[in-house]
């Protein structure tokens, strides 16, 4: 193992100094959703449905840029090089840690952890290949309608409920792509609780590594 890398119980951990970067990216993309959702309200009393909707969209993949941050998915190989093994650890410590400044956040509870509307709107071709092959199976309903906005239950079709490819709900604040749904407010109080916690952490670090008057000179460039 590299002398150069802390060993830690058996993982690589990052020192403050390398986790900072990690933490900045948070606190960036948190101001990413933010901006996206204010043009998502600024869309809204336009009827602007399409703009709406990517907004949203831009909204949740800078969440879910937070969200690979926080948890590494990794594809298991049966052979490993001594690089990739640890390469794997440093990762591994890494998500630790920044979930540690994120509160010890829960992946179970956490709607950042939720990926499966981001994937839907990130591969959506290949989603909508699967859904409009079982429709030709008969296992699905077909599609009847895209980009609407309002109550999905104001949306009839000969008795039954539309089904929508994509729909963006400012009743419920939900995000929809085909039948997976997120709940956009609670996404955003969650991007900013961890936003709070890791604009915390940085202080702190500045406040170790540089002192008082550079530390605030930071945190006001932050502001800008």
Known sequence: MSANVNNESGLLRLTDKELHYFVSEIVLQANA?????????????????????????????????INRLLWVNLATKDHMTEKEKEMRAWRLSRAKQLRKVAGNINAEKSPLAYRKVRN????????????LFDIRRGTRPP??????????????????????????????????????????????????????????????????TYGPYVAQYLEDLDGE
């Open 33 to 65: 959703v933010r901006n996206a959702i204010l043009t998502l309200n600024a869309a809204l009393p336009k009827n602007d449905s399409q703009r709406v909707m990517t907004s949203a969209q831009g909204a949740i993949n800078a969440a879910m840029a």
């Open 120 to 131: 839907a709107f990130e591969h959506l071709e290949e989603y909508l290949d699967e859904f």
């Open 143 to 208: 599609i009847t309608a895209d980009m609407n906005m309002g109550a999905k239950t104001a949306f009839i079709l000969n008795g039954e409920p539309m089904v929508h490819l994509r729909f963006f709900d400012f009743h419920a604040n939900e995000v929809s792509v085909l039948d997976r749904t997120l709940n956009l407010q609670e996404l955003v109080d969650e991007v900013n609780r961890v936003d709070r916690l890791a604009r915390k952490w940085l202080q702190e670090h500045r406040l170790r």
